[in-house]
């Protein structure tokens, strides 16, 4: 079976200081990864997603960076972190998109609680 | 520009009663729709999801309708229980071959016993 796991739980952060959140997926090969941020009092916002190794897509302009350095780890960074960076912070995978398959849910990690100070 | 859209932020419920969760959608080319469930500094979980060839699906006490001439779906729980107490999102599906998912800002759910 397939697992996702984000690390770390909670993280609490000064402004100005560098961001690095996993997540790494098993059970599974060349799965779509996305990184959601869910805001105080607002949905789950789409920041990145990755169809495979290397290939990135932003979805909003933003102080954060991804990466994909394996095909089951995705990673999520900043360089320096703003108040309005604070938020809960999701990973979530699914299968590929192959020919006559309807839809692919997408399965949540645990999250990270970002809390910046 | 939100393209899903949960108007009501929170909706209380006494047990046994149907809760009723609504979605409006802009984007006429969505084609297929979910809910999800979330419980605090947890991850959301799947909980049913629609194609927009149907109108209904229905999963034990969850049935999901979709008018897709008003834009609108909702989620029907009943009977509703304290353990259905959540946040629950809709998303739906950006129809790029990509299978990103736009979501709902969630509504929260609170059963009352």
């Known amino acids: 079976s397939q697992t996702i796991h984000q690390w770390p739980a909670t993280l609490v952060q000064p402004v100005g200081s560098p961001l690095s959140l996993e997540c790494t997926v098993e059970?599974?090969?060349?799965?779509?990864l996305y990184w959601y941020r869910q805001a105080a009092g607002r949905g789950l916002q789409l920041l990145f997603y990755s169809v495979g190794i290397g290939q990135i897509s932003s979805e909003v302009p933003q102080n954060l960076s991804a990466s994909r350095p394996q095909d089951r780890q995705f990673i999520l960074s900043s360089k320096k972190l703003l108040l309005s960076d604070s938020g809960f912070y999701l990973c979530a995978w699914s299968d590929i998109w192959t020919s006559g398959r309807v839809y692919n849910e997408q399965f949540f990690g645990p999250g990270t609680r970002l809390t910046v100070l | 520009d939100q393209q899903v859209k949960q108007n009501s932020p929170s909706l209380s419920v006494q047990e046994g009663r149907i809760s009723i969760l609504n979605c409006d959608y802009t984007?006429?080319?969505?084609?297929?729709f979910l809910w999800y469930k979330k419980y605090p500094a947890e991850g959301p979980t799947f909980l049913i999801s629609?194609?927009?060839?149907?109108d209904k699906n229905e999963d034990g006490r969850f049935t999901v309708f979709l008018n897709k001439s008003a834009k609108h779906l909702s989620l029907h729980i009943v009977p509703s229980q304290p353990g259905d107490s959540a946040v629950y999102f809709c998303?739906?599906?950006?129809?790029?071959?990509?299978?990103?998912?736009?979501f709902g800002t969630g509504t929260r759910l609170k059963v009352l016993a």
């Open positions: 984007n006429s080319m969505f084609d297929y």
């Open positions: 059970g599974t090969s060349n799965p779509n």
């Open positions: 998303a739906a599906s950006n129809p790029s071959g990509t299978y990103k998912y736009i």
């Open positions: 629609i194609s927009s060839i149907k």
